[in-house]
C-alpha cells in the first residue's frame, strides 16, 4: 500500500495551496472571452452542506454537488460516470479541515469509538489543519482529498469493499485528471504514461480488494447489488489480464436470473471485448 499513499506527507495540505495545475478561473476566462455567452463555472454546480465531525465534534463545511444539476454524458465501460462540464468524483470525498478525518460521504457518519479513537491517533495527532477555504478543487487537491480518505480507511480497519471503493473512485478520478489534461494539450506523453500508472496501480487495488469483499461480505456493497459487483470486478480483472476470471464472471451474469436485461447487454459487450484480448494473447 506504500505506493499509494506516496505524498501523504506533503499533505501537511500548506504545499497543496501553490498548486495551481488547471488554473481554471483563468480557463473560465478565457472561454468568455472566446465569445461564448454563458460560461458554467465548476461553481455553479456546488454548495456548501454542513456536518459535524464524529472524531473532533468541529463544523465541517464540504463542497457537495447540487443533485440532478450535473447531466451525465456516458460511463465508462468500468461505470465510471462522466458529466458535462463537471467532475462530481472530486467531491465525493468530506474531509475535517480541524483534525484529518475523511470519508468518502457514503461512509463519513458510521464510524465505531474504537474507529474514532484511532483516527486521533494515527491521522488527527500529525494532521496540519487547513485554513484555506476552497470553492472548487483541482484534480490534484482531489486526489490528495482521496489519499488521505484512504489512510483514514486503513487506520479504522474499514471492510475490504470501503477501500476497494476509495481506491476504485480514486482511479476513476485520475483517468478524468488525465482526460483533461489531453483535452487541453497542456500535457507530454510521459506526464500521461505517469497519470496511467497511477490510475491503473488505484484500480488494481479496487480489484483485489472487490475480489476478498465478494468472499467475506454481503450486499449491496457500496450501493452495489451482486452483478454489478461481479461485472465491475469482471471489467477490472479483463484490464489486469486476468482473463480466466473475467470469463467467470461474465458467464456468471449472461445466466443469472436476478441481472437486469441492461446488465446482461453491458456483459456481452465486455465479452466481445475480452474475445478479441485473448485472441491477441494466444496470437502473440
Ligand atoms: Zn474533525
Known amino acids: 500500500m506504500a505506493g499509494l499513499l506516496a505524498g501523504l506527507g506533503a499533505l501537511g495540505l500548506k504545499n497543496l495551496e501553490n498548486m495551481d495545475l488547471f488554473e481554471e478561473k483563468k480557463d473560465e476566462k478565457l472561454a468568455k472571452d472566446a465569445g461564448k455567452k454563458t460560461v458554467i463555472q465548476e461553481t455553479d454546480y456546488l454548495f456548501d452542506k454542513v456536518y459535524e465531525c464524529p472524531v473532533c465534534y468541529g463544523q465541517i463545511k464540504a463542497r457537495t454537488i447540487k443533485v440532478g444539476k ?11 460516470p ?13 474531509s ?14 458510521g464510524l465505531t469509538s474504537s474507529q474514532a ?8 495527532r500529525a494532521f496540519n489543519p487547513v485554513i484555506a477555504k476552497k470553492d ?13 480518505c484512504l489512510a483514514n480507511a486503513i487506520v479504522k480497519h474499514a471492510k475490504a469493499s470501503e477501500k476497494a471503493y476509495i ?8 483517468r478524468g485528471m488525465g482526460e483533461s489534461l489531453e483535452k487541453e494539450g497542456k500535457t507530454s506523453p510521459k506526464e500521461l504514461a505517469e497519470i496511467k500508472a497511477q490510475e491503473k496501480e488505484f484500480l488494481k487495488n479496487a480489484l483485489e480488494g472487490f475480489v476478498a469483499a465478494r468472499q467475506a461480505e454481503s450486499y449491496p456493497m457500496c450501493g452495489m447489488d451482486e452483478t454489478t459487483v461481479d461485472y465491475l470486478i469482471a471489467v477490472l480483472s479483463m484490464e489486469f489480464e486476468k482473463y480466466e476470471v473475467a470469463s467467470k464472471m461474465i458467464s456468471s451474469i449472461l445466466v443469472s436470473p436476478s441481472a437486469t436485461n441492461r446488465m446482461k ?20
Not at 450535473?70 to 465510471?80: E, F, G
Not at 481506491?167 to 485520475?174: F, N, P, Q, Y
Not at 447487454?265 to 502473440?284: F, G, H, Q, S, W
Open 70 to 80: 450535473a447531466r451525465l454524458l456516458h460511463t465508462d465501460m468500468d461505470l465510471r
Open 82 to 94: 462522466v458529466y458535462e462540464n463537471i467532475e462530481p468524483i472530486k467531491y465525493d470525498v468530506i
Open 96 to 109: 475535517c479541515p480541524h483534525c484529518g478525518y475523511s470519508a468518502l460521504t457514503r461512509y463519513f457518519g
Open 117 to 124: 479513537k484511532a483516527i486521533k491517533e494515527n491521522i488527527s
Open 136 to 148: 472548487t478543487y483541482t484534480y490534484e487537491e482531489a486526489v490528495a482529498r482521496y489519499k488521505l
Open 167 to 174: 481506491c476504485l473512485k480514486a482511479g476513476w478520478l485520475i
Open 265 to 284: 447487454d453491458k456483459a456481452r459487450d465486455v465479452k466481445e471485448v475480452l474475445l478479441t484480448k485473448i485472441k491477441e494473447k494466444k496470437a502473440n
